[in-house]
């Protein structure tokens, strides 16, 4: 059995569970690399990534660099003297810094790769309506997700599942398969695949504002589908507007209905304790809203103060 000696990058949750893993395995985790700390929110306070505050938790070395190619960094880095480099969740490496440690850099990557290479393959894997999913190791090349397959393990996708929480499935599937793969790697057992050549790929790419705009003359399916798969974060809206004024909406839970009907398309059919959307064939049943300045709250609470004319509509 090979001594592993593991250099391990990460920056938000999603990462701390796989290093709070690897951490309980009881391998050896000689450095942690994540985000620099950043101003943020309203009154500007430093934010530490969640990699960080676990790894201060855990007395573990940290290092924060702001260019993976400065000197100083390599130089650390080097003398950690590791000689594998676990990735979630981070950001591209140069090569300096994937080559670096003898037994390679391998990263966590939350789809079936080839398939949704790229930023955000959780959410782009329900908008697209998708029934399976899962987790892969491999390792890092000088592309993105491009890298020889190590491991993979699949996972059903529910028809309810919202990205948040196929977020947290994948999260624990990914820290086991994880420890999966060092242990196949401390005993020299590794097997890779090269990722398939395929004209069929589906992309992951970044999620911006404008991806987040419902489009309600879709099908009721890919409504719904688009909503939970952008809930809870960064969440998709919509402008709610009648005759005189027009607001910025977020919508976070949604159900459907099909139903025929004679309403037009994004016409708002509301009572005091239902708002629900007419789409082609069928309904979609707001059932958690958030107002501009609000928190997100239930419908059937917001109703309770929000006069819904019938005149309203969505755009």
Request: neutral net charge; contains cysteine.
């Given at each position: 059995?090979?001594?592993?000696?593991?250099?391990?990058?990460?920056?938000?949750?999603?990462?701390?569970?796989?290093?709070d893993s690897i951490a309980k395995s009881n391998f050896n985790v000689v450095g942690v690399i994540t985000a620099p700390d950043k101003p943020a929110g309203r009154g500007r306070k430093i934010n530490e990534s969640a990699v960080k505050k676990y790894a201060?938790?855990?007395?573990?070395?940290?290092?924060?660099?702001?260019?993976?190619?400065?000197?100083?960094?390599?130089?650390?880095?080097k003398a950690l003297d590791a000689n594998l480099q676990i990735v979630v969740a981070f950001r591209?490496?140069?090569k300096v810094v994937w080559s670096m440690p003898k037994l390679g850099?391998?990263?966590?990557?939350?789809?079936?790769?080839p398939q949704y290479r790229g930023a955000a393959p959780i959410n782009w894997a329900i908008i697209n309506g998708?029934?399976?999913?899962?987790?892969?190791?491999?390792?890092i090349d000088d592309k993105i997700d491009t890298g020889e397959i190590i491991l993979q393990k699949k996972c059903d996708i529910n028809d309810t599942e919202s990205a948040g929480e196929l977020h947290d499935k994948l999260m624990y599937l990914g820290a086991d398969l994880v420890i999966e793969t060092v242990k196949h790697i401390q005993s020299d057992t590794i097997k890779t695949t090269k990722q398939p050549d395929s004209t069929t790929l589906k992309s992951a790419y970044k999620i911006?504002?404008?991806?987040?705009?419902?489009?309600?003359?879709?099908?009721?399916?890919?409504?719904?589908?688009?909503?939970?798969?952008?809930?809870?974060?960064?969440?998709?809206?919509?402008?709610?507007?009648?005759?005189?004024?027009?607001?910025?909406?977020?919508?976070f839970k949604v159900n459907k209905l099909i139903e025929d009907h004679n309403f037009k398309t994004g016409e708002i059919i509301s009572t005091k304790k239902e708002m629900k959307v007419a789409v082609v064939g069928g309904y979609i049943l707001l059932e958690e809203i958030q107002l501009p300045g609000k928190r997100k709250m239930k419908t059937v609470d917001v109703l309770n103060g929000l006069n819904i004319e019938k005149n309203h509509y969505v755009s």
């Amino acid at each position: 059995m090979k001594e592993i000696k593991i250099v391990f990058m990460g920056t938000p949750d999603f990462a701390v569970t796989i290093l709070d893993s690897i951490a309980k395995s009881n391998f050896n985790v000689v450095g942690v690399i994540t985000a620099p700390d950043k101003p943020a929110g309203r009154g500007r306070k430093i934010n530490e990534s969640a990699v960080k505050k676990y790894a201060v938790a855990n007395n573990l070395n940290i290092l924060q660099p702001t260019n993976l190619k400065d000197e100083a960094f390599l130089s650390e880095l080097k003398a950690l003297d590791a000689n594998l480099q676990i990735v979630v969740a981070f950001r591209m490496l140069p090569k300096v810094v994937w080559s670096m440690p003898k037994l390679g850099t391998f990263n966590l990557h939350a789809s079936l790769l080839p398939q949704y290479r790229g930023a955000a393959p959780i959410n782009w894997a329900i908008i697209n309506g998708e029934k399976e999913t899962g987790v892969t190791t491999f390792f890092i090349d000088d592309k993105i997700d491009t890298g020889e397959i190590i491991l993979q393990k699949k996972c059903d996708i529910n028809d309810t599942e919202s990205a948040g929480e196929l977020h947290d499935k994948l999260m624990y599937l990914g820290a086991d398969l994880v420890i999966e793969t060092v242990k196949h790697i401390q005993s020299d057992t590794i097997k890779t695949t090269k990722q398939p050549d395929s004209t069929t790929l589906k992309s992951a790419y970044k999620i911006h504002k404008s991806t987040c705009q419902i489009n309600w003359a879709d099908s009721i399916d890919n409504i719904y589908n688009h909503i939970r798969g952008l809930s809870p974060y960064p969440g998709a809206w919509t402008t709610l507007k009648n005759d005189i004024d027009e607001i910025s909406l977020k919508i976070f839970k949604v159900n459907k209905l099909i139903e025929d009907h004679n309403f037009k398309t994004g016409e708002i059919i509301s009572t005091k304790k239902e708002m629900k959307v007419a789409v082609v064939g069928g309904y979609i049943l707001l059932e958690e809203i958030q107002l501009p300045g609000k928190r997100k709250m239930k419908t059937v609470d917001v109703l309770n103060g929000l006069n819904i004319e019938k005149n309203h509509y969505v755009s």
